[in-house]
């Protein structure tokens, strides 16, 4: 069946640096994907959206990159604080009703 | 909007006791999905709503498991009996349409002794 799921487990970042965070999916139809971070002991919360039409959306700090042709899409996070340091996951949810999540990756902020 | 909101927040239960969460969606939200999250399994999908009506169970773990939607402004998720492995967080979340975004509660934490 279909799947979302993430290249890397765990990143960790010096405060301050740029984070990147990578999703791969697997149905060439998606033309939907969102990203969510999870704080802990929190549910998890909508970032920022982006739909196929597009290859790029911005945010505040937060920007995400979508790539058709190798069905890739990144979370790029800008000068990260230690607020940031959250598990993050992306959702595909136009491969059906059913809102699937991958394992999700682990940022944490390094002082 | 209050957001979707779960209870209790917290559950303590011995095994093999009945326990009964409880979820109400946002307010318009026509689409339903109760998920688990543990350390070892992540997030998983248990099952989800249209309209008030199950659509997907598959992700129920075995029959004592069961999940209502008596209209469209509440839901349970029940487990009788509960097992120690039962022990996860469970959470609500509610969406309006297709592809749209899913609005989570901030879950239950259950904990089967």
């Known amino acids: 069946g279909e799947s979302v799921g993430l290249h890397l487990p765990t990143l960790s970042v010096q405060e301050g640096d740029n984070s990147i965070i990578n999703c791969a999916y697997s149905?060439?139809?998606?033309?939907?994907f969102i990203w969510y971070k999870q704080e802990s002991g929190k549910g998890p919360q909508f970032i920022i959206d982006?739909?196929?039409?597009?290859d790029k959306r911005q945010g505040q700090r937060v920007t995400v990159l979508l790539n058709k042709t190798v069905k890739h899409l990144s979370l790029q996070i800008a000068a990260t604080q230690p607020g940031d340091s959250a598990v993050y996951f992306c959702?595909?949810?136009?491969?059906?009703?059913?809102?699937?999540f991958g394992p999700g990756t682990r940022l944490s902020v390094l002082p | 909007d209050a957001g979707v909101i779960q209870s209790p927040r917290h559950e303590v239960t011995e095994m093999g006791q009945e326990v009964t969460l409880r979820c109400k969606p946002i307010?318009?939200?026509?689409?339903l999905f109760w998920y688990r999250q543990t350390m070892m399994r992540g997030l998983e999908l248990l099952i989800y709503?249209?309209?008030?009506?199950?659509?997907?169970d598959s992700g129920m773990p075995e029959d004592r498991f069961s999940a209502k939607m008596p209209n469209a402004s509440f839901s349970t998720l029940k487990i009788q009996p509960s097992e120690p492995r039962d022990s996860a967080v469970y959470f609500c979340?509610?969406?309006?349409?297709?592809?749209?975004?899913?609005?989570f509660g901030s879950g239950t934490q259950l904990s089967v002794l």
């Open positions: 979340a509610s969406k309006q349409g297709v592809d749209e975004k899913l609005f």
């Open positions: 149905n060439s139809a998606s033309d939907y």
């Open positions: 982006i739909r196929s039409n597009m």
């Open positions: 959702a595909d949810p136009s491969s059906g009703q059913n809102f699937v």
């Open positions: 307010s318009g939200h026509n689409s």
């Open positions: 709503f249209n309209n008030n009506v199950p659509i997907d």
